[in-house]
């Protein structure tokens, strides 16, 4: 069994909390502009129980936690995702799935999926969904974040869900892909604003990959075939299943929103891996894709020694679809993680773009928030201070703003030092300035994953629908 002590992912504040708690009214430092009312929610690991084995970061039950700004109060609670797997170890009263970095094992419960719900969480058609990219996402309750159960589009979801699906802020469409182990190796879906799968198609690629994220566009979807392969014949060597290949080149693959394998078009590029992408938009005759880009990973052992090799950094590429040329540069030297947008403008040219400012440490934490202006080249820092460090930080439209940044930067800041958590906002238009907010949270919030938010409108919305259906039932 894991010790905590020598896991860093399960110590300090990795460790999981275990305790679900509701607070109603949280200590406020600062005052929330009168706009800001909804919700913001967060999605991490944490581990139930104590696990099998070696435990990977990506291993941990998904955790939610939430804050809810309305009427001038803010209250917090934190909920499991009870997926098949929570449910299971829940009734076991203990582990008994082993994680990512140990050697597959064919009859160690495979009736019951990995699936952790853990990674990220998107709002369409009047839904929270918390996903994963290895299956289906879950739906969530709202205000209560209760687990309603597997959302699978009426069962016509098929493949295996990524944990970033794009929703189209002008056409309300949500475009995915899927990843797997076997051909086809990579599958691609369109759900429509109203909630319709209405597609799913494969796409070929010679290799199964790990691919966390992709990219949209006005008209176009940017898929990445980047070197960081699934090879079950290396585990006969005595070598990991997924390793990089720093010998093949990265590949792009643009095909129009509604188009097919037989429409996409392949772009290579010198190898590097991609998490997370920023944004993507046209430009005359090219596509541009921003994203945080290292030149290798070592996620599960990688073929580079270099240690600055796996050190993300904002990057840009340029696709010509007309003379198929491909010029990529860097955009900034500073290291840092988890990019976001005014999502309003996904898929649209952006003048602003968020990213984590990553802190010197040796595992993954973050320091500050880097806003960069892409019309003059200039950055901003909001820096969390000594000893703190945050989670990804959303950007939150003023309602019925007219400038792309007027709106707030929302994250989960700990406290290493007082061992405290709080949820920070903002202003983004002045993201030098101390925070307008500080919303002291009673027990700790782990180092997680992804964030987003959802205005009181749609919680409302939400819960009165569930009302209704309830009255019915």
Same mark, same amino acid.
């Given at each position: 069994?894991?010790?905590?002590?020598?896991?860093?992912?399960?110590?300090?504040?990795? @460790?999981?909390?275990?305790?679900?708690?509701?607070?109603?009214?949280?200590?406020?430092?600062?005052?929330?502009?009168?706009?800001?009312?909804?919700?913001?929610?967060?999605?991490?690991?944490?581990?139930?129980?104590?696990?099998?084995?070696?435990?990977?970061?990506?291993?941990?039950?998904?955790?939610?936690?939430?804050?809810?700004?309305?009427?001038?109060?803010?209250?917090?609670?934190?909920?499991?995702?009870?997926?098949?797997?929570?449910?299971?170890?829940?009734?076991? *009263?203990?582990?008994?799935?082993?994680?990512?970095?140990?050697?597959?094992?064919?009859?160690?419960?495979?009736?019951?999926?990995?699936?952790?719900?853990?990674?990220?969480?998107?709002?369409?058609?009047?839904?929270?969904?918390?996903?994963?990219?290895?299956?289906? +996402?879950?739906?969530?309750?709202?205000?209560?974040?209760?687990?309603?159960?597997?959302?699978?589009?009426?069962?016509?979801?098929?493949?295996?869900?990524?944990?970033? +699906?794009?929703?189209?802020?002008?056409?309300?469409?949500?475009?995915?892909?899927?990843? #797997?182990? @076997?051909?086809?190796?990579?599958?691609?879906?369109?759900?429509?604003?109203?909630?319709?799968?209405?597609?799913?198609?494969?796409?070929?690629?010679?290799?199964?990959?790990?691919?966390?994220?992709?990219?949209?566009?006005?008209?176009?979807?940017?898929?990445?075939?980047?070197?960081?392969?699934?090879?079950?014949?290396?585990?006969?060597?005595?070598?990991?299943?997924?390793?990089?290949?720093?010998?093949?080149?990265?590949?792009?693959?643009?095909?129009?929103?509604?188009?097919?394998?037989?429409?996409?078009?392949?772009?290579?590029?010198?190898?590097?891996?991609?998490?997370?992408?920023?944004?993507?938009?046209?430009?005359?005759?090219?596509?541009?894709?921003?994203?945080?880009?290292?030149?290798?990973?070592?996620?599960?052992?990688?073929?580079?020694?270099?240690?600055?090799?796996?050190?993300?950094?904002?990057?840009?590429?340029?696709?010509?679809?007309?003379?198929?040329?491909?010029?990529?540069?860097?955009?900034?030297?500073?290291?840092?993680?988890?990019?976001?947008?005014?999502?309003?403008?996904?898929?649209?040219?952006?003048?602003?773009?968020?990213?984590?400012?990553?802190?010197?440490?040796?595992? +993954?934490?973050?320091?500050?928030?880097?806003?960069?202006?892409? #019309?003059?080249?200039?950055?901003?820092?909001?820096?969390?201070?000594?000893?703190?460090?945050?989670?990804?930080?959303?950007?939150?439209?003023?309602?019925? @703003?007219?400038?792309?940044?007027?709106?707030?930067?929302?994250?989960?800041?700990?406290?290493?030092?007082?061992?405290? #958590?709080?949820?920070?906002?903002?202003?983004?238009?002045?993201?030098?300035?101390?925070?307008?907010?500080?919303?002291?949270?009673?027990?700790?919030?782990?180092?997680?994953?992804?964030?987003?938010?959802?205005?009181?409108?749609?919680?409302? *919305?939400?819960? #009165?629908?569930?009302?209704?259906?309830?009255?019915?039932?």
């Amino acid at each position: 069994m894991e010790n905590a002590s020598v896991n860093p992912y399960l110590d300090g504040n990795f @460790a999981p909390v275990r305790e679900e708690i509701t607070a109603d009214t949280l200590e406020v430092i600062g005052e929330f502009p009168p706009e800001l009312s909804g919700m913001f929610v967060r999605n991490g690991p944490n581990v139930q129980w104590s696990p099998i084995g070696q435990y990977h970061l990506f291993d941990g039950d998904g955790m939610l936690h939430g804050v809810r700004i309305n009427n001038g109060k803010a209250s917090y609670l934190n909920r499991y995702v009870q997926t098949q797997k929570w449910q299971a170890e829940h009734e076991a *009263g203990k582990a008994i799935l082993t994680g990512f970095l140990e050697p597959p094992q064919q009859n160690n419960h495979p009736g019951i999926s990995r699936n952790t719900a853990n990674t990220a969480l998107v709002w369409h058609d009047g839904q929270l969904l918390a996903t994963w990219e290895g299956g289906a +996402p879950y739906a969530i309750g709202l205000p209560e974040l209760k687990t309603i159960g597997k959302y699978t589009f009426d069962g016509k979801l098929v493949s295996a869900f990524t944990a970033h +699906p794009k929703v189209d802020p002008i056409t309300g469409e949500m475009v995915f892909f899927g990843y #797997s182990f @076997a051909p086809p190796y990579l599958q691609y879906g369109i759900v429509s604003a109203s909630g319709e799968l209405l597609k799913t198609v494969p796409i070929e690629i010679p290799v199964a990959v790990m691919m966390h994220d992709f990219a949209i566009t006005e008209n176009y979807t940017i898929f990445m075939d980047l070197p960081l392969t699934f090879r079950p014949e290396r585990m006969q060597q005595g070598k990991p299943m997924l390793m990089f290949e720093s010998d093949r080149p990265s590949r792009f693959g643009i095909l129009p929103r509604h188009g097919d394998n037989s429409n996409i078009r392949w772009f290579e590029s010198p190898s590097c891996y991609v998490f997370h992408t920023l944004n993507a938009y046209e430009q005359g005759d090219e596509m541009v894709l921003i994203a945080c880009r290292m030149s290798s990973t070592s996620l599960l052992g990688s073929n580079n020694a270099d240690p600055d090799a796996g050190i993300p950094r904002l990057h840009e590429w340029r696709f010509n679809l007309t003379t198929g040329a491909v010029s990529e540069s860097s955009l900034d030297d500073t290291a840092g993680e988890f990019p976001r947008v005014n999502e309003n403008f996904l898929g649209r040219q952006t003048r602003y773009g968020y990213v984590n400012k990553s802190a010197a440490t040796s595992v +993954p934490l973050f320091e500050g928030i880097m806003k960069y202006d892409f #019309s003059n080249n200039k950055t901003q820092i909001h820096a969390f201070g000594a000893g703190r460090y945050g989670g990804e930080s959303i950007f939150v439209p003023r309602p019925y @703003a007219t400038e792309e940044d007027d709106g707030w930067l929302m994250t989960f800041v700990h406290d290493e030092t007082a061992n405290t #958590s709080e949820l920070v906002v903002v202003n983004a238009q002045d993201i030098t300035d101390e925070p307008v907010a500080r919303m002291l949270i009673p027990q700790r919030v782990p180092y997680g994953f992804h964030a987003t938010w959802v205005n009181e409108k749609q919680v409302q *919305g939400f819960y #009165s629908r569930q009302q209704a259906i309830g009255n019915r039932e």
